[in-house]
Nanobody
Framework: VQLQASGGGLVQAGGSLRLSCAAS??????MGWFRQAPGKEREFVAAISRSGGSTFYADSVKGRFTISRDNAKNTVYLQMTSLKPEDTAVYYCAADPYITAAQAQAMGVMLYWGQGTQVTVSS
């Protein structure tokens, strides 16, 4: 199983970025995004169910970020808008063949992880 994240970069506050994560090797019940800022623990950002019908977000990104997935491409996306300097972090995509998106949010962990992509928001 491989998860390949892309789309990070440097953006000014208020700007937008779209992250993509292409998965290979198998299909997944839930897919999601986590992030880790310097000096902080990894935190849950968003997760999506197999069908895409259920999505879950951290309070800090609700209303600004949108997670989606394309099962035909086995890819998950994170559209980030109204970015803030506090969104600066390494963003990791993740996927799990067994647990639901709700469980991923509750437990803060998934089985498979991508390599991370840096998002930097300047003020």
């Amino acid at each position: 199983v491989q998860l390949q994240a892309s789309g990070g970069g440097l953006v000014q506050a208020g700007g937008s970025l779209r992250l993509s994560c292409a998965a290979s090797g198998r299909t997944f019940s839930s897919m999601g995004w986590f992030r880790q800022a310097p000096g902080k623990e990894r935190e849950f950002v968003a997760a999506i169910s197999r069908s895409g019908g259920s999505t879950f977000y951290a309070d800090s990104v609700k209303g600004r970020f949108t997670i989606s997935r394309d099962n035909a491409k086995n890819t998950v996306y994170l559209q980030m808008t109204s970015l803030k300097p506090e969104d600066t972090a390494v963003y990791y995509c993740a996927a799990d063949p067994y647990i639901t998106a709700a469980q991923a949010q509750a437990m803060g962990v998934m089985l498979y992880w991508g390599q991370g992509t840096q998002v930097t928001v300047s003020s």
